[in-house]
């Protein structure tokens, strides 16, 4: 298969990926059905049809609004699928220009993290189906890439990032008198063990707060207020760490975080 049938497969997959997602964290978050049920205008109530639901094309040839209610659609669907876009290229081009089952495997994983991105922002909360989800696709991954040893050893892992998080709980409650992470985060801490093993614990956790003091600040600069949403930054830290395996100096991040918390 050529490069450019490759680059142009793997586009057509990630829009469609990210129309699901927008779809399912949507209905995830509002404890909807999410399979065997017509999309819908959530202003008007019409059944959308096909050629309204082409990934980022509708909505702009649409220009963001409903063809039937002419009420704007929230600019939240393109821009999910326009991740999966950016996303997927990156994932594609990191990993070696060449469609196969580890690059399939990262594709669902990021899928899955965008998924909690996105609720963790709108609602505050990552659902225990993205993380079990989450869970098995890392549970896959390791065993393809080092066997059975290697998703036995990488449970040990899976505690120690955990722990970590609970450690991490701890301090700051009974040192500040507030939750810096929720127990969500720490199963996602869990996870994250899993996935990514011992060898990557220091840059996780160093980029988790990298990415969460950047983010913190921003999102208390735009949205005003104190309390953020934190899945965000710990789910770019571990796609970080599966791209760059062994690439990332700790060091060079720790140098970042004192930069971030010195504004």
Not at 239 to 259: Q, Y
């Amino acid at each position: 298969m050529s490069f450019e049938m490759q680059i142009f497969l793997v586009a057509i997959f990630a829009l469609a990926m990210g129309s699901f997602v927008s779809l399912l964290s949507y209905r995830l978050a509002n404890k909807q059905p999410i399979i065997f049920t017509r999309s819908k205008c959530i202003n008007c109530g019409c059944v959308l049809k096909a050629i309204n639901l082409i990934p980022l094309f509708s909505w702009l040839c649409q220009k963001g609004k409903c063809s039937q209610c002419h009420c704007k659609i929230s600019a939240r669907y393109p821009a999910i699928e326009l991740s999966f876009l950016i996303t997927f290229l990156a994932i594609f081009f990191v990993l070696g220009s060449e469609i196969n089952f580890k690059i399939l495997l990262y594709f669902l994983i990021a899928s899955t993290l965008i998924a909690m991105c996105v609720i963790d922002l709108e609602q505050y909360f990552i659902p225990n189906s993205l993380q079990y989800a989450l869970a098995i696709l890392a549970t896959i991954l390791v065993i393809h890439q080092g066997g059975t040893n290697a998703a036995i050893i990488n449970v040990k892992a899976a505690f120690l990032y955990a722990g970590f998080g609970v450690a991490l709980w701890i301090f700051f409650y009974f040192a500040g008198g507030f939750e810096a992470i929720g127990i969500d985060d720490i199963k996602f801490f869990f996870i994250a063990g899993l996935m990514l093993g011992t060898k990557n614990f220091l840059a996780f956790m160093l980029l988790s707060g990298v990415f969460g003091l950047a983010f913190g600040a921003a999102w208390q600069k735009f949205k005003k207020d104190e309390t953020f949403p934190f899945a965000p930054a710990i789910c770019l830290a571990a796609m970080f760490c599966l791209l760059f395996d062994k690439k990332i100096n700790p060091v060079d991040l720790l140098g970042s975080m004192l930069f971030f918390n010195s504004f």
